[in-house]
Nanobody, 117 residues
Framework: QAQLVESGGGLVQPGGSLRLSCTAS????????MSWYRQAPGKERELVAS???????NYADAVKGRFAISRDNGKNTVYLEMNSLKPEDTAMYYC???????????WGQGTQVTVSS
């Protein structure tokens, strides 16, 4: 019953923007750290951004200054605002929930982001 459902991916030109959403159900969202990961074909999955229960944030160097993670506990949703997108950002993006100090609890199904002219 615990689920994470991502949305908001799509095709965008370099320099464009997208906002990804991940909505949780079936568990106490506000108790969990939330993260966005991405994986491109032939590459390892990488952490993009994370946000704590009290909205502290961390970003991968590759996206720092361009992406912003946020959460709305009232809506059980975590967002990833992506700006100044580059072709290198093309990947499947996944959200992930985990309790502090524990390994990942739940993964979403992913949403595809393609940055191309």
């Amino acid at each position: 019953q615990a689920q994470l459902v991502e949305s908001g991916g799509g095709l965008v030109q370099p320099g464009g923007s997208l906002r990804l959403s991940c909505t949780a159900s079936g568990f106490a969202f506000s108790n969990y750290f939330m993260s966005w990961y991405r994986q491109a074909p032939g590459k390892e999955r990488e952490l993009v951004a994370s946000i704590t229960r009290v909205a502290g944030t961390n970003y991968a160097d590759a996206v720092k200054g361009r992406f912003a993670i946020s959460r709305d506990n009232g809506k059980n949703t975590v967002y990833l605002e992506m700006n100044s997108l580059k072709p290198e950002d093309t990947a499947m993006y996944y959200c992930c929930a985990r309790l502090p100090t524990l390994p990942p609890f739940k993964w979403g199904q992913g949403t595809q982001v393609t940055v191309s002219s």
